[in-house]
């Protein structure tokens, strides 16, 4: 079970932080991604962390946003700054069994195990 927390409402330039929790997952050992999902569009890869070092970013998000593992929590942070509204979305965070090359993290269909999302909606 994944649980996803942090959305709300924010102005441009502000920030957000999403948490994703796990039961019965380790975080640890495995590749854990969130993306987002706009209205009537397939889910969009923004950051992943795999066994808590390696981290891996798409364009809109690299510079803005930072994924972090807490282990001892069991938990994956998304830090979200300087936001804009375009990055207004509903996110989710998935979790992968496999150890997923780099050329196909990015793909949602890829993954396992995904959280309930959480809005982000960033104001103008």
């Known amino acids: 079970q994944l649980q996803a927390s942090g959305g709300g409402l924010v102005q441009t330039g502000g920030s957000l932080r999403l948490s994703c929790a796990a039961s019965?997952?380790?975080?640890?050992?495995?590749?854990i991604a969130w993306f987002r999902q706009f209205p009537g569009k397939e889910r969009e890869f923004v950051a992943g962390?795999?066994?808590?070092?390696?981290?891996y970013y798409s364009d809109s998000a690299r510079g803005r946003f930072t994924i972090s593992g807490d282990n001892t929590a069991n938990t994956v942070h998304l830090q979200m700054n300087y936001l804009k509204p375009e990055d207004t979305a509903v996110y989710y965070c998935?979790?992968?069994?496999?150890?997923?090359?780099?050329?196909?993290?990015?793909?949602?269909?890829?993954?396992?195990?995904w959280g309930q999302g959480t809005q982000v909606t960033v104001s103008s």
């Open positions: 998935g979790f992968s069994l496999l150890r997923l090359p780099s050329n196909l993290l990015r793909q949602w269909t890829r993954y396992d195990d």
């Open positions: 019965g997952r380790t975080f640890s050992n495995h590749l």
């Open positions: 962390i795999r066994e808590g070092t390696m981290k």
